[in-house]
């Protein structure tokens, strides 16, 4: 108690844990528009604010900051494409070449399918500088394993380091997206999707 004031009574029908997390799922909805455009720079708290229609003091209830926002959001972004990515490989058939095709078109199509997504963790994540360097180097550690996994019971098509192999096509991928975010006319999904999976194979050991 406080003064007479129940600090955790309901408010609205909601308890102040439901409030919070109300909050904070309000604010990660509006950085996910605003931080894709104009872009993580460009957003103010107070534009965030507005946006999800709290004061700035409930931001920093929810958050310690914008950098905090993007962090949550992004590892959201990865925490959702490696569930996706993960569940394709799953239930292709057992060949390096349909893993690899799964996995990759999974990927691309749940990615590109909200153009917000693909920004924050694909521009936004390299514009923030510093930001997001941590949360971006797990996020690429677990997708290397992922690759890793997918091409474990299959022969190395070359004798070097499978793990940096793999970092190396995630790389490619990644740059295939921002191609595809960056350029007009964008190139087809399929086009995209057609030449990660021949960097992959050819890398990891397929025909």
């Not at 996910?32 to 965030?48: C, D, S």
């Not at 709290?54 to 959702?80: K, M």
């Not at 399929?190 to 030449?195: M, N, P, R, Y």
Request: proline share 4%; aromatic share 8%.
């Amino acid at each position: 108690m406080l003064d007479g004031w129940n600090v955790n009574r309901s408010y609205r029908g909601m308890s102040a844990e439901q409030r919070l997390a109300d909050r904070r799922e309000r604010l990660m909805t509006a950085a996910y528009t605003l931080y894709a455009k104009p872009g993580f720079a460009a957003t103010t708290i107070e534009r965030l604010c507005s946006e999800a229609r709290i004061s700035n003091r409930a931001f920093y209830e929810c958050f310690g900051g914008r950098e905090e926002l993007l962090q949550a959001l992004h590892e959201r972004c990865v925490e959702e494409s490696l569930i996706v990515v993960a569940k394709a490989i799953q239930d292709a058939p057992n060949a390096l070449d349909d893993r690899v095709k799964a996995g990759i078109r999974a990927y691309i199509e749940f990615t590109t399918a909200d153009w917000r997504r693909a920004r924050i963790m694909h521009v936004e994540v390299r514009r923030s500088g510093d930001v997001l360097t941590a949360s971006r180097q797990r996020a690429v550690d677990s997708f290397a394993r992922l690759v890793e996994e997918a091409a474990a019971d299959f022969p190395a098509a070359t004798p070097l380091n499978r793990r940096l192999v793999a970092l190396g096509v995630i790389g490619a991928l990644q740059e295939l997206l921002i191609e595809w975010l960056l350029t007009e006319p964008q190139p087809p999904i399929d086009e995209l999707a057609d030449v990660a999976v021949h960097i992959f194979t050819r890398s990891l050991g397929g025909p």
